[in-house]
């Protein structure tokens, strides 16, 4: 099957969508905590987390298209120029149905968090939420963002301030057991699936 540019933009919006969400391949699913000047705790789930870099600890996550009118503008990107702080929460199999359904779009002043039956857990110092379900977790703060004119989106980029990681998660060489840990991975818009260690290989050299 070939899949031209015309063939693909003659594609019906939703299978476009989750056809051109799911050909890069598996990626990690992170349910997104902050809070807004309201106080009210949010979460919202993201399949867009990236690694920037290791030193200082840089992650950096892409919110839907922004638009000018604040009662249309995405509350996760509100909540982080508001606090200046996020957490990244990974979505392990247990937690699955209720990660999914925090992508609908619920009215200003609806905490996700209590809509979807997760809780929010607080540490000192990360003025965002975590997810206490989640075994694997972030807390981060803003660092800068980058608006992506081609479609309008934003990387926002945060610094690592606190991992919080089960006792036998990580190894002496940094190595984390995610299967272990029950994090899933995403595909599209809608698909989860387990993941599972194949092969760990040595550092490759010339």
Same mark, same amino acid.
């Given at each position: 099957?070939?899949?031209?540019?015309?063939?693909?933009?003659?594609?019906?919006?939703?299978?476009?969508?989750?056809l051109?969400? @799911?050909?890069?391949?598996?990626?990690?699913?992170?349910?997104?905590?902050?809070?807004?000047?309201?106080?009210?705790?949010?979460?919202?789930?993201?399949?867009? #987390?990236?690694?920037?870099?290791?030193?200082?600890?840089?992650?950096?996550?892409?919110?839907?298209?922004?638009?000018?009118?604040?009662?249309?503008?995405?509350?996760?990107?509100?909540?982080?120029?508001?606090?200046?702080f996020?957490?990244?929460?990974?979505?392990?199999?247990?937690?699955?149905?209720?990660?999914?359904?925090?992508?609908?779009?619920?009215?200003?002043?609806?905490?996700?968090?209590?809509?979807?039956?997760?809780?929010?857990?607080?540490?000192?110092?990360?003025?965002?939420p975590?997810? #206490?379900?989640? $075994?694997?977790?972030?807390?981060l703060?803003?660092?800068?963002?980058?608006?992506?004119?081609?479609?309008?989106?934003?990387?926002?980029?945060?610094?690592?301030?606190?991992l919080?990681?089960?006792?036998?998660?990580?190894?002496?060489?940094?190595?984390?057991?995610?299967?272990? @840990?029950?994090?899933v @991975?995403? $595909?599209?818009?809608? $698909?989860?699936h387990? @993941?599972?260690?194949?092969?760990?290989?040595?550092?490759?050299?010339?």
């Amino acid at each position: 099957m070939i899949l031209s540019l015309p063939d693909i933009e003659k594609l019906p919006r939703i299978p476009r969508l989750t056809l051109i969400n @799911a050909i890069t391949g598996f990626k990690s699913g992170n349910l997104v905590g902050s809070v807004g000047a309201d106080g009210v705790p949010n979460l919202a789930i993201f399949s867009s #987390a990236v690694h920037i870099g290791s030193a200082p600890p840089l992650i950096g996550i892409v919110t839907r298209p922004v638009d000018g009118d604040l009662k249309t503008t995405r509350h996760t990107y509100q909540n982080i120029q508001h606090s200046r702080f996020f957490t990244l929460n990974h979505v392990q199999e247990n937690i699955v149905q209720a990660a999914h359904q925090t992508s609908a779009s619920y009215p200003d002043g609806v905490s996700e968090f209590a809509a979807v039956g997760l809780t929010p857990e607080w540490h000192e110092g990360i003025p965002a939420p975590y997810v #206490a379900e989640s $075994s694997i977790k972030m807390g981060l703060e803003y660092v800068e963002e980058y608006h992506i004119k081609a479609n309008n989106t934003i990387l926002i980029i945060g610094k690592v301030l606190e991992l919080i990681l089960p006792d036998n998660c990580l190894d002496e060489k940094g190595n984390l057991d995610l299967h272990g @840990a029950g994090t899933v @991975a995403v $595909s599209g818009l809608d $698909s989860y699936h387990r @993941a599972e260690l194949i092969e760990r290989l040595p550092y490759a050299r010339v």
